[in-house]
């Protein structure tokens, strides 16, 4: 085993150390967990036909029951079968589109840092265009023009999203960049390509692990306005759909709170364990955040 990978393992097992004597991020690592088992297991367990509606058994809007924990929603369909399905496709498009968020926010944000000169402000005046523009608006109109689907809406979400990311990790290349290693690697004829692979990106590293799980709570909740909104995929029920499909067919004035409230606090659930575990790692990673 080579010193790096000894190097690793240690850091990890530290890491997880603390972690672990952080109540609040073991709290939100745990409903996080509950929500990755059902996205996991709901293609497995709910059948395709359950979601069908021209297949749905149930009455129009039926209050919660045996048969129907959470109710039925306009079209007879059980609003559990519903909501644990939703559970993989926001997740999914979270996740995914956080990954876009991060590698634009972090390349961008290397390049930013290590360079100098018109390039370096080039990406700096992009980045603060990004910042300064609203981020419904932009999305809403980007969304609009691609059309609605998953695929689209995760690439909206990653593309409008990373300027956060670029301006952290920015910051702390610039940091790095006055260290004595990159120093002697610079003095030795090191290139550009390999002070940012070998010293500027390893250290930079768990700064973007912390704040891709705040990220995918911005995400989620970016999904689920777009999908409110009408922007998602109609034929892909997440979480926000389901919000849109329920004030849509008047579930309000109906009374049928079980159609409403029940996706509503799984975002809340979601995004709030995001959170906790992200701000956990952020204190972890920054000891000034500690106290």
């Known amino acids: 085993m080579s010193i790096a990978?000894?190097?690793r393992r240690i850091a990890l097992t530290r890491f997880w150390m603390s972690f672990r004597h952080d109540?609040?991020?073991?709290?939100?690592?745990?409903i996080l967990g509950a929500f990755i088992i059902v996205a996991v297991l709901a293609p497995i367990l709910i059948p395709a036909s359950a979601l069908d509606v021209t297949k749905a058994d149930g009455g129009r809007f039926q209050p919660p029951s045996l048969a129907y924990p959470l109710g039925t929603d306009d079209s007879g369909r059980s609003v559990l079968l519903l909501i644990a399905s939703g559970t993989r496709i926001s997740l999914t498009v979270g996740i995914a589109a956080t990954i876009i968020s991060m590698v634009i926010g972090t390349t961008v944000?290397?390049?930013?840092g290590h360079f100098r000169g018109p390039g370096s402000h080039a990406l700096v005046?992009?980045?603060?265009w990004f910042l300064v523009i609203p981020f419904l608006p932009?999305?809403?109109?980007l969304a609009t023009v691609l059309g609605p689907s998953l695929l689209n809406l995760i690439?909206?979400?990653g593309v409008t999203s990373w300027a956060g990311t670029a301006r952290l990790i920015r910051a702390q290349t610039l940091s790095i960049e006055g260290r004595p290693y990159l120093e002697r690697a610079k003095a030795l004829g090191a290139g550009n390509w390999f002070q940012m692979s070998r010293h500027v990106l390893p250290n930079v590293i768990p700064?973007?692990?912390?704040?891709?799980?705040?990220?995918?709570?911005?995400?989620?909740?970016?999904?689920?306005?777009?999908?409110f909104l009408g922007l998602g995929d109609p034929m892909a029920p997440s979480w926000g759909a389901i919000l849109?499909?329920?004030?849509?067919?008047?579930?309000?004035?109906?009374?049928a709170w079980w159609f409403v409230l029940p996706p509503g606090l799984c975002v809340i659930a979601v995004v709030l364990s995001f959170t906790l575990v992200g701000r956990a790692m952020e204190r972890i990673v920054d000891p000034r955040g500690r106290d």
Do not use: K, P
């Open 23 to 30: 109540r609040t991020g073991m709290i939100g690592l745990g």
């Open 5 to 7: 990978t000894q190097r």
């Open 138 to 141: 932009l999305a809403i109109v």
């Open 125 to 128: 005046g992009v980045t603060d």
């Open 109 to 112: 944000g290397i390049m930013a």
């Open 207 to 227: 700064l973007v692990l912390a704040n891709t799980t705040l990220t995918v709570a911005i995400a989620i909740l970016s999904e689920t306005t777009l999908s």
């Open 244 to 255: 849109d499909n329920a004030f849509s067919t008047g579930a309000v004035s109906r009374g």
């Open 155 to 157: 690439i909206v979400i």
